[in-house]
C-alpha cells in the first residue's frame, strides 16, 4: 500500500511540473483531464509543503521509464528507500524551522514589558488581577477563554459560544493547568505556552501546528465545588 501511495503522488505530481502557468496545448474540457489535473494539484501542493525539491527533467525520465516498462537505473525497492529517505529528510528541515521560529517568538515575547517566566519556561502577563483562592491540579475550573496561534488565528473560544466552560486541571495539557493555578479567581490573564507545554512536534491535527506556542487568554471565573461537578464528555482542544 505505502509504495502505491508514494507512486501514484509521483505519477500525479508529474502533471503540474512542465510549466509555471497553464498550458495551453491541453484540453481541459474532457473528464479525464479535468480529473488528472486536480489530482496533480492536490498531490503537487502536498509535496510543495513537504518542502521536496524536484529535478523536474529526472523527474519526468523516470516517470517514463516506469510507465512505459523501460529500462531504469535503479530498482523499485531503491527507489522507494530515497523517495522515503527524502520525505523524512524534508520533514527533519521543516521541524527545525518550525522549532526555530517559535524559540525566536518565545525569546522575543519574553523581552516585553509585562511578562513573567516561570521556571518551566511558560510565559504569561497579568490583564487583572483577582483576590480569590488559586485552584490545584485536583480543581475543576470555571473559565472564559480565548486559545489563539501566535499569529492571532484563533482555534477555540468560549467567548465566541458565549458560554463559559468547567474544566478540569487533571484533564488538560500541562502548560494550560500550570497557567490556571497562577491565577487567583476573578483574575484574567493571558499565557503564553511553549509547544514542549502542549502538543510539541506532532501538532493537533490541522488545527495547531507543530512547534506551536499557545497563546490563551483567560478569566478565572470560579473554583466548582467538587459535589456540583458533574462532568464534561465534550472533547476540548485545550485536552492533552
Known amino acids: 500500500m505505502k509504495r502505491f501511495v508514494v507512486t501514484s503522488c509521483l505519477f500525479f505530481m508529474a502533471l503540474t511540473i512542465q510549466a509555471k502557468g497553464i498550458r495551453e496545448d491541453i484540453d481541459f474540457t474532457g473528464e ?3 480529473s488528472s489535473y486536480a489530482f496533480g494539484m492536490m498531490v503537487g501542493n502536498d509535496l510543495r509543503q513537504a518542502g521536496l525539491e524536484i529535478d523536474y527533467a529526472a523527474f519526468i525520465e523516470g516517470l517514463r521509464s516506469a510507465m512505459e516498462q523501460g529500462q531504469t537505473v535503479m530498482d523499485r525497492d531503491e527507489a ?10 524534508a520533514m527533519r528541515k521543516q521541524s527545525a524551522e518550525l522549532q526555530a521560529k517559535e524559540e525566536a517568538f518565545l525569546a522575543g515575547n519574553a523581552s516585553q514589558p509585562g511578562i513573567i517566566i516561570t521556571g518551566s519556561g511558560l510565559q504569561y502577563e497579568v490583564i487583572s488581577q483577582g483576590s480569590g483562592s488559586k485552584p490545584t491540579i485536583n ?19 468560549s467567548y465566541e459560544r458565549d458560554e463559559p466552560e468547567e474544566i478540569p486541571l487533571s ?17 484574567k490573564f493571558r499565557i503564553f505556552i511553549p509547544s514542549s507545554m502542549a502538543y510539541g512536534e506532532r501538532g493537533a491535527g490541522q488545527i495547531i501546528p507543530p512547534f506551536s506556542t499557545l497563546v490563551f487568554t483567560v478569566e478565572l471565573l470560579d473554583i466548582v465545588p467538587e459535589e456540583t461537578y458533574a462532568g464534561n464528555d465534550e472533547e476540548e482542544i485545550i485536552e492533552d
Open 171 to 187: 484533564m488538560v495539557i500541562p502548560g494550560w493547568a500550570e497557567g490556571i493555578m497562577l491565577m487567583n479567581v476573578g483574575s
Open 139 to 157: 480543581d475543576t475550573v470555571r473559565v472564559h477563554y480565548q486559545g489563539a496561534l501566535t499569529n492571532g488565528a484563533v482555534f477555540d473560544s
Open 32 to 34: 479525464k483531464a479535468r
Open 80 to 89: 522507494l528507500e530515497i523517495v522515503q529517505n527524502a520525505f523524512e529528510s
